[in-house]
């Protein structure tokens, strides 16, 4: 049975302590009074609650003071605070002590009812993600079968029933929307489970090297053919050949792989012998390949061979919903690895990671969170621990004017800085967690004069030779 969300009201005056009460009873919360900050902690102490909802006007104890008390204590409650002050200062000082929202009085009922909802939603979604095995937030994959919105729900319903069958699957996403993660899953779910999952980069493989790769060749076949080389699809007999960006593959490619779904064989190079392969094929692209194939740039038959069942991923801006559940499992993954954990984010951090497009999709998101991680200085992950991008798109400019120290280039030049302090000074780490190369690196270390050692650290952040 499912119990009710247990809502803690705290607010000094009966009447308004009544009337939340009876509103949140009516809409099905348990709810429990205090009538000051000083009995909200003993209760906080003494029993678990799914939300807070407070005063900001109490003595001896103030709202924001049992918001600094709490977020210390029990940073996974949710706490919205009421104010007869709906300023921004006040609002903005709340957020940043990590108030999950506000509610401005006159208490308008329809609103408190909706706010406390999602407060509660949020509450079990932390609890949720930090509850799965440690093993599944580890895993690197699992972040593909995450996600509550509609089209991602479609999404996992198609994966189970494509899994039990050997039919060919064509997924078609944008990059970072985790083409190859749902291959996988769909290959760990089907009886070829146990069998390998070979995964090649069409892109990447030259139009030289592609028979070679995938068919293999006999010893003494061509100059430096040594040995006997089994090919990729040799590889893959039994279990799962997964070709990404198929639509990178050129024509002679594209023909070539078009003979092997036909004749479910291959021949290694310098060999008139037929070996017989046994894959189950899945392809992926970040183009349409029917517009490929409009252009004159794909073989139409092949797209039929790989194109039974058609797999589209949606972009991360188009299921927002999902942003703050795959949030949470990222930082459950990389928010323990500090010495001082990070355990949650600010309300403004939310905000802000929830109005940002995310063009690089669910990979991007994962760097963002991994980055933010490496330069919080706190448990509460804040907002200027996010880059300038994703910071230009929160719609608050009061609070972006309130948190940002000066301008956007200040705070880029600071988070090098601190990227740079918290990874020792080690600049292929830093790179990577900024998402630049090492050029780009050493060229910001010029433009923001970060050219010689601080006083702080014992490293020479323009040291040419990456040492």
Not at 129 to 156: C, D, N, Y
Not at 273 to 285: C, G, H, K
Request: aromatic share 6%.
């Amino acid at each position: 049975m499912t119990h009710p969300a247990s809502i803690l009201v705290v607010d000094d005056d009966q009447r308004n302590r009544e009337m939340l009460t009876e509103a949140l009873s009516h809409a099905g919360f348990a709810v429990e009074v205090a009538c000051d900050g000083v009995e909200a902690l003993s209760k906080a102490n003494e029993a678990t609650y799914d939300a807070v909802l407070s005063d900001v006007r109490m003595t001896p104890l103030s709202g924001l003071d049992l918001l600094d008390f709490l977020r210390k204590s029990m940073p996974e409650i949710p706490i919205v605070l009421l104010t007869a002050f709906g300023s921004v200062d006040t609002a903005i000082q709340a957020m940043k002590q990590g108030a999950y929202n506000y509610i401005t009085k006159p208490v308008n009922l329809d609103e408190l009812v909706f706010t406390m909802t999602r407060a509660v939603e949020y509450r079990r979604l932390i609890e949720d993600t930090h509850m799965r095995p440690r093993a599944f937030r580890e895993r690197p994959r699992a972040a593909a079968l995450i996600g509550q919105s509609k089209k991602m729900v479609e999404v996992f319903k198609l994966v189970g029933r494509v899994s039990r069958s050997r039919t060919a699957v064509l997924i078609q996403g944008e990059s970072g929307t985790g083409k190859e993660l749902i291959a996988r899953a769909i290959h760990d779910n089907s009886p070829r489970a146990a069998h390998r999952f070979v995964a090649v980069n069409c892109s990447a493989i030259p139009d030289s090297l592609l028979e070679s790769e995938f068919f293999g060749h006999i010893k003494g076949s061509f100059t430096g053919a040594h040995l006997l080389r089994r090919g990729l699809l040799e590889e893959a007999s039994g279990g799962t050949f997964f070709l990404d960006e198929v639509g990178d593959l050129s024509s002679a490619g594209q023909a070539k792989l078009l003979r092997v779904l036909q004749e479910g064989e291959i021949r290694r190079i310098g060999s008139n012998e037929a070996v017989q392969v046994d894959v189950r094929i899945i392809a992926a692209s970040r183009r349409t390949l029917a517009d490929l194939v409009t252009a004159g740039r794909f073989r139409e038959d092949l797209l039929y061979r790989l194109n039974t069942v058609m797999l589209l991923l949606p972009p991360l801006r188009e299921r927002p919903e999902d942003i703050p559940v795959l949030a949470e499992f990222f930082l459950a993954r990389y928010g323990d690895q500090k010495e001082v954990p990070v355990t949650s984010f600010s309300t403004a951090a939310r905000r802000a990671l929830a109005e940002y497009a995310w063009p690089g999709n669910v990979r991007e998101l994962e760097h963002v969170v991994e980055r933010a991680v490496a330069l919080a200085s706190h448990a509460i992950l804040a907002l200027e621990d996010l880059p300038p991008e994703v910071l230009q798109s929160t719609g608050s400019a009061a609070e972006r004017a309130e948190i940002l120290p000066g301008t956007l280039k200040a705070l880029q030049r600071d988070q090098v800085l601190k990227m740079l302090e918290s990874t020792q000074g080690n600049k292929e780490r830093t790179a990577r967690l900024l998402g630049i190369s090492r050029r780009t690196l050493y060229r910001l270390l010029d433009r923001y004069g970060l050219g010689k050692p601080r006083l702080t650290t014992n490293v020479d952040v323009a040291d040419p030779t990456g040492s």
